[in-house]
């Protein structure tokens, strides 16, 4: 290998570790603070928990929305066919906290779905809670016009 190629070669190994290093800590960033939600701007949320039922956590996000459809698609899956599962629970709040729209998914022993069209009809941010518990990975995608 010719020195000029090397040092392509370790420009990018750089360029690549410090990528993955950035990528991590976004994705590992979920706030537990509702005064200082994670920045939500790609649309997915997505995590896993291997807490028992009884212990909730509760992570806090926000986005803007524009006057439209904001699609939501929720996805949980069991870690163990076997335990009793998981829920998600997830809201959505204006500034001021007040609830605009909320629901539960569960999921015992299969994985389970869950999608919502919600009409946008004025410019806002969103803050969306999510409650999480029981041992389960789950995935959030945000999209449609509203997004």
Same mark, same amino acid.
């Given at each position: ?21 950035? =990528? ?9 603070? +509702? ?36 699609? =939501?698609?929720?996805?949980?899956? +069991? ?24 629901? *539960? ?5 299969? +994985? ?6 919600? +009409? *946008? ?27």
């Amino acid at each position: 290998m010719t020195t000029r190629n090397l040092k392509r070669v370790l420009i990018f190994a750089s360029f690549a570790i410090v990528s993955l290093c950035l =990528l991590t800590q976004v994705s590992l960033a979920q706030s537990s603070d +509702p005064d200082a939600p994670t920045q939500l701007t790609n649309g997915v949320i997505d995590g896993s928990n291997s807490s028992n039922l009884s212990d909730e956590k509760t992570y806090y996000y926000a986005f803007d929305v524009k006057k439209g459809i904001l699609s =939501l698609t929720l996805d949980i899956t +069991p870690l163990n066919k076997s335990d009793a599962g998981g829920f998600v629970q997830w809201t959505m709040m204006n500034t001021k906290f007040a609830t605009l729209k909320s629901d *539960v998914l569960t999921a015992q022993g299969s +994985p389970g779905r869950q999608m919502k069209d919600l +009409p *946008v009809t004025v410019k806002r941010r969103i803050i969306m809670k999510i409650v999480v518990s029981g041992k389960m990975t789950y995935k959030f995608k945000l999209g449609g016009t509203a997004f």
